[in-house]
């Protein structure tokens, strides 16, 4: 990895999913780079190396986004259209970590072809464990591609 590359973006807004996200991943495995926004738009601006991001080499895309749907500005959905849209970017998986267990939501990300869907586990534990199974299949499980 690039030393401005990061092994996970993770767009959250809710600062109490960010703490427990973020102590999950260090715990199962302390090197994993992560890089939190709260907001799409900031999502996107780090993707493709704009505005507060500019200095950012994007020729080294992250293994693994988990992306909330429901963020101000820009939502989760269009931040996965951005993202699927770009021919580099695409392949990178993509996860849903979201409150909604809304099928019209589920099956709208999966058209917009979102590598998963996982609704965020009210308990502590489950969240936890939720996000340990997510990011132990995604980076450690299945093959990426490599820029």
Request: glycine share 4%.
């Amino acid at each position: 990895m690039k030393p401005n590359g990061i092994d996970v973006l993770i767009a959250e807004d809710d600062s109490s999913d960010r703490e427990i996200i973020s102590r999950v991943i260090k715990k199962l495995k302390p090197d994993i780079t992560m890089q939190f926004v709260e907001d799409g738009i900031e999502a996107v601006n780090f993707l493709f190396g704009k505005e507060q991001y500019s200095h950012r080499t994007i020729s080294e895309t992250p293994k693994l986004v988990i992306i909330d749907l429901k963020m101000p500005i820009m939502g989760g959905f269009e931040v996965l259209e951005k993202i699927k849209a770009d021919e580099d970017m695409c392949v990178v998986p993509v996860v849903i970590l979201t409150s909604s267990s809304q099928s019209s939501d589920l099956k709208k990300a999966y058209q917009m072809k979102a590598n998963s869907y996982v609704v965020k586990p009210i308990k502590f534990e489950d969240f936890s464990h939720a996000v340990e199974k997510i990011v132990s299949y995604w980076l450690f499980t299945n093959e990426i591609i490599h820029h």
